[in-house]
């Protein structure tokens, strides 16, 4: 997708998320977004061809994008891989708790079973944005799993931070660095059997 379209859909979830704690995410929310950014309808249908699942994906590619600007400024050469994992979970969470709202209701879109797999593949990338940024190389089965074991991190972390209302920083990343230490613990021995089969 050209830079273009990018920024013109950009624009338009910006614009749309004030109206989304009110009236949700809905195509009709979106459609009045696009026409404030003097965009027409038919454009909205253009960018979004599958409707609000290809919204919701590019809300989440947004998020992804704004926590890799965030951590830019990282120096992370000298820190550790589960500590740079931990900042970047953390970094995203602090990324979309300035809409928290949005963000639960975009979560309630994709727990339907019928959106299971275009679900998991919007988890993937976000997974793989931050082992791209932690500076992992690995081109084998690791690379696989060492993204699906993070969208499993992700994941649960996303259901802990929304099943409180105000939830505590330090918890949250105290449950972080527990699911972080235990994939990594897991990741070990999967790749232990690996070199023994």
């Known amino acids: 997708m050209n830079d273009s379209a990018v920024k013109i859909k950009d624009s338009i979830i910006h614009a749309a998320l004030p109206d ?27 960018l979004f061809p599958t409707g609000m ?19 830019e400024g990282v120096n992370a050469a000298e820190m550790r891989i589960r500590d740079k994992i931990h900042m970047a979970v953390m970094t995203r969470l602090e990324i979309v708790s300035e809409n928290r709202d949005a963000e639960a209701q975009a979560l309630a879109f994709w727990s339907l079973p019928t959106r299971s797999m275009r679900a998991s593949k919007v988890l993937w990338r976000t997974a793989d944005a931050i082992w791209n940024w932690a500076g992992d190389t690995a081109t084998d089965y690791n690379h696989y799993t060492k993204r699906g074991l993070l969208s499993g991190v992700i ?18 990343s105290a449950f972080v660095s527990r699911r972080i230490e235990n994939v990594m613990q897991l990741g070990g021995i999967l790749g232990k059997i690996k070199k023994a089969s």
């Open 20 to 46: 989304v704690v009110f009236d949700g995410w809905t195509m009709d929310v979106i459609k009045n977004a696009a026409l404030k950014g003097g965009n027409d309808v038919q454009a909205v249908h253009a």
């Open 53 to 71: 699942a290809d919204v919701l994906a590019h809300y989440a590619d947004l998020n992804d994008r704004l926590m890799l600007e965030k951590l």
């Open 155 to 172: 994941g649960s972390t996303m259901l802990y931070w929304m099943s409180d209302a105000q939830p505590d920083d330090d918890a949250v």
